[in-house]
């Protein structure tokens, strides 16, 4: 086939933009939205000192998570099932989920044996769970937790009438509850004067693109700007950038609020819970040093190049996993969001059921 001269430019232009990543849209030759996450995560595991991953591990681990989800029927519908998330499917879902990843991050105890736990409808939730609890608590209380011009009026919430709301039933005080309110402040201002005082009205300037609400949450939101600098290069994590909009998409089944066309460009998300899992399974592998400095509970500073490159891996070990699964299992409905769900909530059975695993690793910071 002779190949003429403009097809030549055409075929090199197509070259280039792939080997950058720009696949353009053919409809309106615009780039498609992308977070930069995964190429990160790929990144920091090439160049990774401390951390590494055991392919066959990682293979195994794939086999047994496809075979338990499927078992157990584990899909977007399985979010509904926890009776503290949100089921009104409306605009109050929306607000609820935001106020609920505004505030995700850092809730294990500097003594682990005295962990922040809120005691509601007769059960004592700890963790993640914990900050649910309060903000049931306190819509339970009339306490409009969820409006965005509530956190902005200092008059009426106050930062003791904050401190109570995150009162714990036993042990300590939430962790961080400065830098929480902090965050309600800052976001509160960008949604009234930016975006009338809702999420929801963020989900529709992101036009179905899953991708661009997490770049435009991070681009409005400094408190969800979760990037870091590894060897010179930035690096993105946006870590609870990602579970807003997987929550979103999960707790509406995909449908209404949650319809995002490329939601599987989302990754999994780099967070304290994943990282100790994958570790048990023998997917993670860590250096003697930095196995140590976790398994003696020694802090590990935020942004730091063990901190980086445990996250990073994290992220790219799911990523082959996702992949190791839809390689075996074309048909299998799953993505990086729900492995990582999956992940998470096997992590937490494994911890009430006492089972041996390495410690999580302690970094604190707002933004996990
Ligand atoms: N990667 C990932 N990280 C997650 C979650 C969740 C909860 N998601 C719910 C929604 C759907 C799922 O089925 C879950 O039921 C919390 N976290 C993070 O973990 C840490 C809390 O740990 P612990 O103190 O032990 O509760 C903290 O950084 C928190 O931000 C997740 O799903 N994935």
Not at 25 to 31: A, E, G, L, R, V
Not at 165 to 170: A, Q
Not at 242 to 261: E, K, M, P, R
Not at 331 to 353: G, H, S
């Amino acid at each position: 086939m002779t190949v003429s001269d403009d097809d030549t430019d055409h075929d090199l232009l197509d070259f280039m933009r792939k080997a950058m990543g720009l696949t353009a849209n053919p409809t309106t030759s615009k780039p498609e939205p992308d977070t930069g996450v995964l190429k990160s995560a790929e990144y920091i595991y090439d160049n990774a000192i401390d951390v590494a991953l055991d392919m066959r591990s990682c293979k195994e681990a794939a086999e047994t998570i496809i075979k338990c989800m499927e078992a157990e029927n584990f899909g977007t519908q399985t979010w509904d099932s926890h009776i503290l998330h949100p089921h009104t499917k409306d605009e109050e879902q929306v607000d609820f989920i935001f106020v609920m990843d505004l505030l995700n991050f850092s809730f294990w105890a500097d003594d682990p044996k005295k962990p922040f736990v809120v005691e509601y409808n007769g059960r004592n939730e700890d963790g993640y769970w914990s900050l649910v609890a309060s903000l049931r608590r306190a819509l339970d209380e009339g306490i409009p937790i969820t409006s965005p011009y509530f956190w902005v009026d200092r008059t009426v919430c106050t930062d003791a009438l904050l401190e109570r709301l995150f009162r714990p039933s036993t042990g300590t005080q939430i962790p961080m509850l400065a830098e929480r309110i902090e965050c309600l402040r800052e976001a509160g201002e960008i949604l009234c004067e930016q975006f009338n005082g809702s999420f929801v009205n963020c989900i529709k300037e992101a036009d179905g693109s899953a991708a661009a609400l997490v770049n435009l949450v991070v681009d409005e939101f400094p408190c969800f700007r979760d990037e870091t600098t590894f060897q010179g290069r930035q690096v993105n994590f946006y870590k609870r950038a990602q579970i807003l909009v997987a929550d979103i998409w999960a707790s509406f089944n995909g449908t209404s609020h949650g319809t995002f066309h490329d939601i599987n460009k989302i990754t999994m998300f780099a967070d304290y819970r994943i990282p100790q899992i994958l570790h048990t399974l023998g997917c993670l592998m860590y250096s003697p040093p930095l196995e140590h400095t976790i398994k003696d509970r020694k802090p590990i500073a935020s942004g730091s190049r063990y901190e980086t490159e445990i996250r990073g891996c994290t992220i790219h070990c799911v990523e082959l996993i996702r992949r190791e699964i839809v390689k075996k299992h074309p048909e299998a409905k799953v993505n990086a969001i729900l492995i990582d769900f999956f992940l998470y909530d096997t992590a937490k059975e494994w911890e009430v059921q006492g089972k041996e695993m390495i410690p999580t690793h302690r970094t604190r910071s707002i933004w996990y």
